[in-house]
Nanobody, 125 residues
Framework: QVQLLESGGGLVQAGGSLRLSCAAS????????MGWFRQAPGKERAPVAD????????YYVDSVKGRFTISRDNAKNTVYLQMNSLKPEDSAIYYC??????????????????WGQGTQVTISS
């Protein structure tokens, strides 16, 4: 069992930066791949970034490549999402998820076993 708690969301102007954190409970955090998803009003929860348990593999949705960076610190049981050059279309609730297995052929929320409660990110134009 893994419990996840996101933090770091807020309101920033376009072009600004935020760093989201996701703190995990449990001694097996280092065994899980971790991902960030986001959900805007009226839309489905969609992937943003993912990182393997060892940090040797990272994945990003095209719309955030070059702007967002996912990282993790297994000693602190925490995964981060550094978000730069933010745009109004990045506004959403951001969720972190933990997965036991590899991402499937379609990168969706189904691949993840545990979720946090989410943190709101709002970008003003």
């Amino acid at each position: 069992q893994v419990q996840l708690l996101e933090s770091g969301g807020g309101l920033v102007q376009a072009g600004g930066s935020l760093r989201l954190s996701c703190a995990a409970s449990g001694r097996t955090f280092s065994l899980y791949g971790m991902g960030w998803f986001r959900q805007a009003p009226g839309k489905e929860r969609a992937p943003v970034a993912d990182i393997s348990w060892s940090s040797d593999s990272t994945y990003y949705v095209d719309s955030v490549k070059g702007r967002f960076t996912i990282s993790r610190d297994n000693a602190k049981n925490t995964v981060y999402l550094q978000m730069n050059s933010l745009k109004p279309e990045d506004s959403a609730i951001y969720y972190c998820g933990a997965r036991k297995y590899r991402i499937g052929s379609r990168w969706t929320q189904v691949d993840y076993n545990y979720w946090g409660q989410g943190t709101q990110v709002t970008i003003s134009s």
